[in-house]
């Protein structure tokens, strides 16, 4: 498929290096300020290589973008709420020009989820959006696979950053601030932490899940969130003393999204370490299926992004 | 005394002798709060029939499941019994065992599992019960997955 990639941060910039690998070609890209187009494909090295440089990516505009020969939009703009604009107008214009768009983008599917569901019924272009919850492990194709009405809730580990520390604070009886900063040296963790570590993160994908269990009407004002700020290491030196440890975990059902830090029995599947993830899906027929895997990142997201494309061409 | 319990595998709670009310016969009245099946409390009750002690007077309070909660905050260190005494008198729950641990950098800062024992009904009825007691001290609460609710 031809590309055309909103976002060239870790995720965007990874799925244009990583095109090729999976027959498709980037014609377009742009980050906030420039963008670059070319119908029979961009050189993605030379491309990102310039914008390493502080260079423009090219000289093309955002109309540009749009007006190009593309298949599929890549949204990887940086995740905004309420309003979740600028991506979700950017979904817009190419729905409405019938093309496919892939979001990993997560503030439009949580935000503003019916009206999407709207413009793309409209549409002869697909939407989808594997790489807004869990990074690598396929968990909205899961449940599309089985069918969202027979899956009961979703309930799980969605935070890679809040889960390293978490791990970090009990394997070393290290402080929340304390490994919050090296978390932050490491890059786990961004400068302003309060996305990951106060839940928000979580339950935004949560909002989304629900709102693909419930055909809609979930926002984040909606889900009932509590961070791990206050998590002490004496706490889980405690927990740990009888068999447990605590991880904040994000729960989606019909009813709503509830996030929270949790008691955990340390033998159980949800007690995963570092930044890994982690959800079951509670099936009416199937019992309870367990996903783990990379839930964050440069290549999980953009490997979810590919399985996105990939089901647009079966 | 206490060794029909012990060895009738019951968990004794607590034990009171009542010296202010001693019996015309100049006998101390004791009262002993335990936990058991009800299996165990009759072969208890038949030892100590057995021993010539005279069970004067029995009540149960019955108790189906059981919940650990953690509890995080500055009541953990100045208010402990204060929180275990209102969740005791609640009803619902009884708390059963509780452990504390507090921090070395700053004593102030303590957290407490308690493992609670709770009365046939709802469990997520008792989860809401004891979370809206502890918030009117100003602690975190969590509790296990299996409660149904993440929280």
Redesign the interface.
């Known amino acids: 498929m031809k590309l055309a990639i909103l976002g060239v941060g870790n995720v965007g910039k990874t799925v244009a290096q990583l095109s090729g690998e999976y027959g498709h070609s980037v014609v377009a890209m742009a980050d906030s300020k420039n963008a670059i187009v070319n119908p029979k494909g961009i050189d993605v090295g030379v491309a990102l290589e310039q914008k390493s440089n502080q260079m423009p990516l090219g000289d093309a505009s955002l109309e540009d973008v749009f007006d190009s020969n593309y298949d599929a939009l890549i949204e990887a703009t940086p995740t905004t709420l309420k309003s979740a604009e600028p991506a979700f107008s950017h979904i817009k214009m190419a729905l409405e020009a019938d093309r496919h768009v892939v979001l990993a983008n997560k503030g439009p599917a949580a935000e503003r989820f019916e009206e999407l569901q709207s413009i793309a019924d409209g549409s002869k272009g697909t939407l989808r959006f594997e790489a807004t919850v869990g990074g690598a492990i396929p968990i909205l194709s899961t449940i599309e696979d089985i069918n969202p009405k027979t899956v009961t809730s979703v309930k799980g580990i969605l935070n890679g950053t809040s889960n390293f520390i978490l791990t970090r604070m009990a394997a070393k009886n290290l402080s929340y601030s304390h490994v919050l900063s090296e978390a932050q040296e490491l890059g786990v963790a961004e400068a302003d932490p309060i996305f990951d570590v106060g839940g928000i993160d979580t339950a935004l994908k949560c909002v989304i899940i629900s709102n693909i269990l419930s055909g809609g009407g979930f926002r984040l004002s909606d889900a009932e969130v509590e961070g791990i700020q206050h998590i002490s290491n004496h706490a889980l030196n405690l927990a740990d003393k009888s068999g447990l440890t605590i991880r904040l975990i994000g729960e989606a059902t019909r009813e709503g999204v509830n996030v929270a830090p949790v008691l955990v029995p340390k033998t159980e599947d949800l007690a995963v370490e570092g930044t890994q993830n982690i959800v079951r899906i509670v099936t009416e027929h199937g019992g309870i299926l367990s996903l783990a895997g990379s839930g964050a990142g440069g290549g999980p997201t953009a490997s979810a992004i590919f399985l996105d494309l990939q089901r647009l061409i079966v | 005394m206490l060794e029909p319990i012990s060895s009738s595998g019951g968990n004794l709670l607590s034990i009171f002798h009542e010296r202010g009310d001693i019996t015309p016969r100049g006998e101390i009245p004791v009262e002993i709060d335990l936990e058991c099946s009800p299996d165990q409390f009759e072969s208890i009750l038949s030892t100590y029939s057995d021993l010539d002690i005279h069970v004067t007077q029995t009540g149960e309070e019955l108790y189906e499941g059981e919940l650990?909660?953690?509890l995080?905050g500055d009541a953990i260190s100045n208010n402990l019994s204060s929180v275990i005494a209102s969740i005791d008198a609640s009803g619902s729950v009884a708390v059963i065992e509780s452990?504390?641990?507090?921090?070395?950098?700053s004593p102030t800062?303590?957290?407490?599992?308690l493992r609670l024992a709770i009365k046939e009904g709802d469990q997520i009825q008792a989860v809401d019960s004891v979370r809206s007691i502890v918030s009117g001290y100003d602690l975190?609460f969590?509790?296990?997955?299996d409660n149904g609710?993440?929280?």
């Open positions: 650990i909660v953690l995080i452990s504390v641990n507090r921090s070395i950098e800062e303590a957290s407490s599992i975190h969590m509790t296990t997955t609710v993440p929280q």
